[in-house]
């Protein structure tokens, strides 16, 4: 890779450093230039120390912000010191990774990192363009329209006005279908990047998962209707054969009958109830004023169900009011939304925090999408998917609706899926977790470090002995990891 950077920071440099916000800004006394420090992106990301890590900003990014490249796999959104980024993805996109500034401290982007990764997942790029209340006055009296007659309105007509709605989803070029990994792809080459210009052979850093797990595997079930709530035990029988536990998300109102004697049969089964959105109506975030109402009403919710985790009807949301919603963590954010009626999508499959609370992004197709919309009853499109983000170590978050799969088809297709989630927790160190128990460990593994002990390294924190140590090597131009 060296052929890839250009090597001019200068030597011997020496730095005035003063604190701004959660950066450092370096003055580089020998060029005069103004250096920013943003080693935290990539030292949380790992759980590493900071003393292996130097990766700055240099330059004044231009005011304009748009899209460019960093490397083949990742596609960018902020501003750049030294080119002019494109106002769309679908263009020929300049690549900052041309633009890197490498020396024995370091190494220099023409970008700030924290800004790209931070735009990628609370999906800046669309802002203005999507969302519940977007669109022309006529769009959004056909949504209203659409949403008034939707719980009576039967499937078989529902795909139809939804493959119309959604016609060319397969053109788009951004997010990366079927899986974005623009993030991880960002972090990894920046960290190959500092570890090359640094001379560091190996980085120990505090691996992603508990126990050495290879990646995650939650499990969610949205309840819309009254027949995918009657059929929640039967699918908890089905979950059970496979030793898979789930959550289940309930609709507190409007849509059928919430007994405490239904919720109390899934706790005590071993299984989570989180709450999802108010009514399912799709306007939970169409206007502000309403959506402070309706926060305060899933508030109480929250309580009475004991819930800790949220999921927004329709994966509707706007990011700027989330910290409305007292939830340890939300799970309404797609990795891709080519097949939501809200488009975008995170680009991660890793957990990352919103404030406080911790987003779990949804990384697999949904079953509905995937039966209704791409008339696929296989496991081809979920393997793919799964097979993507096993090799970046993130966490496969399924949507399986207990109102579209009480056919005999689409309950076998789950019932493969489950096998071959299975079959990866024993031969290939898959955590199958509910989405509370990948909360507590995110959470812990945040807050712990990495320091040294004699002649090599032990972790502090809060549940560090479900923790491992592993490192990162540079091998063929690749981040590899190993324990």
């Known amino acids: 890779m060296n052929n890839e950077i250009v090597d001019n920071f200068p030597e011997k440099s020496v730095f005035v450093n003063t604190t701004v916000t959660n950066a450092t800004v370096a003055v580089d006394r ?142 788009k070029e951004f997010p990366r279908w079927p899986v974005d990994t623009s993030v991880e792809s960002i972090i990894e080459t920046a960290m190959l990047l500092n570890m090359e210009a640094r001379g560091l052979k190996e980085m120990p850093f505090i691996w992603f998962w508990p126990e050495g797990a290879q990646a995650c595997a939650v499990m969610t079930h949205d309840v819309e209707t009254a027949t995918g709530r009657d ?30 004697s239904f919720l109390q049969n899934i706790r005590m089964r071993g299984f989570e109830v989180n709450v999802h959105d108010l009514n399912h109506d799709g306007n939970l975030f169409k ?43 939300d799970m309404s954010i797609p990795n891709v939304a080519h097949l939501d009626p809200q488009h975008g999508g995170c680009c991660t499959t890793f957990p990352y925090f919103i404030g406080d609370i911790l987003e779990i992004p949804v990384t697999m197709t949904q079953d509905y999408s995937l039966f209704n919309i791409l008339c696929n009853h296989k496991l081809d499109l979920w393997e793919k998917q799964m097979d993507v983000i096993r090799k970046k170590h993130g966490v496969m978050n399924f949507i399986v609706h207990p109102d579209y799969i009480t056919g005999r088809r689409e309950q076998t ?71």
Request: hydrophobic share 35%.
């Open 30 to 171: 020998k060029s005069g230039d103004m250096i920013k420090r943003l080693d935290k992106v990539l030292t949380d990301h790992y759980r590493c120390p900071g003393e292996f890590v130097h990766v700055g900003v240099w330059g004044d990014p231009l005011g304009k912000t748009g899209f460019f490249k960093f490397g083949p796999d990742a596609v960018c959104y902020g501003r750049c010191s030294t080119f002019a980024p494109s106002p769309s993805p679908n263009l020929p996109l300049d690549d900052a990774l041309d633009h890197v500034r490498s020396g024995r401290d370091g190494i220099e982007l023409p970008f700030d990192i924290d800004e790209v990764v931070s735009s990628l997942r609370v999906e800046r790029y669309m802002r203005n363009t999507n969302g519940a209340g977007a669109g022309s006055i006529l769009q959004k009296f056909v949504r209203a329209a659409y949403y008034a007659i939707r719980p009576v309105m039967p499937v078989s007509v529902r795909k139809h006005l939804q493959r119309h709605s959604l016609r060319g989803w397969d053109k």
């Open 231 to 260: 059929f929640c035990g039967r699918l908890m029988d089905i979950n059970d054969s496979f030793g898979i536990k789930s959550s289940f998300q309930v609709v507190p109102e409007c849509r059928y009958e919430v007994p405490e």
């Open 413 to 483: 297709v789950y019932r493969e899926l489950l096998g071959r989630l299975s079959e990866l927790r024993r031969t290939a160190g898959l955590w199958t977790a509910l989405p509370g128990e990948l909360n507590e460990w995110w959470r812990q593994r945040s807050l712990m470090k990495l320091v040294r002990s004699g002649s090599g390294w032990e972790i502090k924190g809060e549940g560090k002995v479900r923790a491992r140590i592993a490192y990162a090597r540079m091998v063929g131009g690749k981040v590899v990891y190993s324990f």
């Open 287 to 329: 206007e502000y004023t309403e959506f402070r109402r309706r926060a305060a009403e899933i508030e109480k919710y929250r309580k009475l169900f004991g819930a800790r985790g949220f999921r927004a009807g329709v994966l509707y949301r706007n990011i700027d009011w989330f910290d409305l919603l007292h939830f340890e963590y």
